[in-house]
């Protein structure tokens, strides 16, 4: 049973176009919701995080939207550029961000982002 | 400050062999979890070792074993290596107050 389903698998996006990539949760336990950027022969690498007590959190280029009714949470790229072409993970776990608890991933969703 | 780092790079066993891999956390950090990541995966949990002592698990079997040192470093051993056990094995390192950092990865390949 997959608890985080996450789509698109791969997605294809103009440069300075915006990357949108969903996922979906089922356990209702989880209260931290992390992305994840991983480049090809490297370990993932934290992007940005979320707890469930706000709707959205922005950092720089990135935005995650948070909707805690619908068990559903999507990581925004603005303005994207070649660069962040890499492969994207969402994940959740319990325990608020400690590192106390194991991260279940979606499958992840490969962005291309072509001049 | 060094972060998480893991050893060796890249492996290749036969099957029926057993491998170590190494984790050393980023500083501060005293937990050390593993997750295993087939190719076009994302990473599945295997376990984490907190005080020396494995404290949670993941549905692996128990050819997948762990040990973590007094220093925090930590080791993956695979006993009786199957073609499927062939991935990117990776190391993170967290506190009760930090989360989860990941280190680079060992590539294991299982000919």
């Known amino acids: 049973q997959q608890q985080v389903k996450q789509s698109p698998q791969s997605l294809i996006v103009q440069k300075g176009g915006i990357s949108i990539i969903n996922c979906a949760y089922e356990?209702?336990?989880?209260?931290?919701f992390p992305w994840y950027q991983q480049f090809p022969g490297k370990g993932p690498a934290l992007l940005i995080a979320?707890?469930?007590?706000?709707s959205e959190k922005k950092e720089g280029r990135f935005t995650i939207s948070f909707n805690k009714s619908a068990k559903q949470f999507s990581l925004h790229i603005m303005d994207s550029q070649p660069g962040d072409s890499a492969t994207y993970f969402c994940?959740?776990?319990?325990?608020?961000?400690?590192?106390?608890?194991?991260?279940?991933f979606g499958k992840g969703t490969k962005l291309s982002v072509i001049p | 400050d060094a972060g998480v780092t893991q050893s060796p790079t890249h492996l290749i066993k036969t099957r029926g062999q057993q491998v170590t891999l190494r984790c050393s956390p980023k500083?501060?950090?005293?937990?050390v979890s593993w997750y295993q990541q087939a190719l076009g995966q994302g990473p599945q949990f295997i376990f984490q070792y907190y005080e020396e002592e494995e404290r949670q698990r993941g549905n692996f079997p128990d050819r997948f074993s762990g040990h973590q040192f007094p220093n925090y470093s930590s080791e993956l051993n695979v006993n009786a290596l199957l073609l499927g056990d062939s991935a990117l094995y990776l190391c993170?390192?967290?506190?009760?107050?930090?989360?989860?950092?990941f280190g680079p990865g060992t590539r294991l390949t299982v000919l």
């Open positions: 500083s501060g950090h005293d937990t």
């Open positions: 993170a390192s967290s506190s009760t107050l930090d989360t989860q950092y």
């Open positions: 994940a959740a776990s319990i325990g608020a961000g400690a590192g106390s608890y194991q991260l279940t």
């Open positions: 356990n209702t336990a989880f209260d931290y």
């Open positions: 979320i707890r469930p007590d706000v």
